[in-house]
């Protein structure tokens, strides 16, 4: 079975900071990885996704992730908060076995303070 | 073009009614899905369609009852829905297998 923990139901950045967030995930093979955000009353867009090439992915924003098998994480970070960031992001992810089943973390609520 | 477009974009309803939701993409997908989202929760499937025919349920009440009359359209039929189904109603589409699902914005529902 596949599934995914956020650590951290809200983090809160100051704006030009880092912002880093956690995702980790079980699997006892190589999953596809994704990363959403949603905005208020909207549907979720994607921000990237692992599908077993390049570790470190890049996606839009100025967001990336990087892939590490050992500790089974794929975090999110941004060198510098911008307050239109804020927003709560997703992690999921989905396995061959699984079919098109997408799997989401709980989410985190992210707060960016001027 | 990454467009899901879902509507009405809000749905008021007693218990009684029977209404609909609609979804509509056209990138070509061949997966469609539907999702429910309730405040600060992550979205829970509800139904995958792959080319047409109903490939997951996810144990969903009869209440809620999925169509998908052609590659570009998903429906979700309501009746006899309880207030505890009030949440953001969520479409998607990708190519079938590992790919990528786009979300269309949702459907806010309310049900009095």
């Known amino acids: 079975a596949q599934s995914v923990t956020q650590l951290g139901s809200h983090v809160s950045v100051s704006e030009g900071a880092l912002v880093l967030l956690r995702c980790n995930y079980s699997s006892s093979v190589p999953p596809y990885l994704f990363w959403y955000v949603q905005y208020p009353n909207q549907g979720l867009q994607l921000l990237l996704k692992?599908?077993?090439?390049?570790?470190l992915v890049k996606g839009i924003n100025g967001f990336e992730a990087e892939f590490k098998k050992s500790e089974t994480s794929f975090h999110l970070t941004k060198p510098s908060a911008h307050m239109s960031d804020a927003a709560e992001y997703f992690c999921?992810?989905?396995?061959?076995?699984?079919?098109?089943?997408?799997?989401f973390g709980g989410g985190t609520r992210v707060l960016v303070k001027p | 073009d990454t467009e899901v477009t879902q509507t009405p974009k809000h749905l008021v309803m007693g218990m009684t009614n029977k209404k609909s939701l609609k979804c509509e993409q056209h990138?070509?997908?061949?997966?469609m899905y539907w999702y429910k989202q309730k405040a600060k929760k992550p979205p829970e499937l509800m139904f995958v369609?792959?080319?047409?025919?109903?490939?997951i349920n996810e144990s969903v009440p009869s209440r809620f009852s999925p169509e998908c009359p052609n590659s570009s359209l998903l429906n979700l039929h309501l009746h006899a829905l309880q207030p505890e189904d009030s949440a953001l109603y969520l479409c998607?589409?990708?190519?079938?297998?590992?790919?990528?699902?786009?979300f269309g914005p949702g459907t806010r529902l309310l049900v009095l």
């Open positions: 998607a589409s990708s190519h079938p297998g590992l790919e990528t699902q786009y």
């Open positions: 692992y599908t077993s090439a390049a570790t």
């Open positions: 369609y792959s080319y047409e025919k109903l490939s």
């Open positions: 999921a992810v989905t396995l061959k076995a699984a079919g098109n089943k997408l799997t």
């Open positions: 990138m070509g997908h061949r997966a």
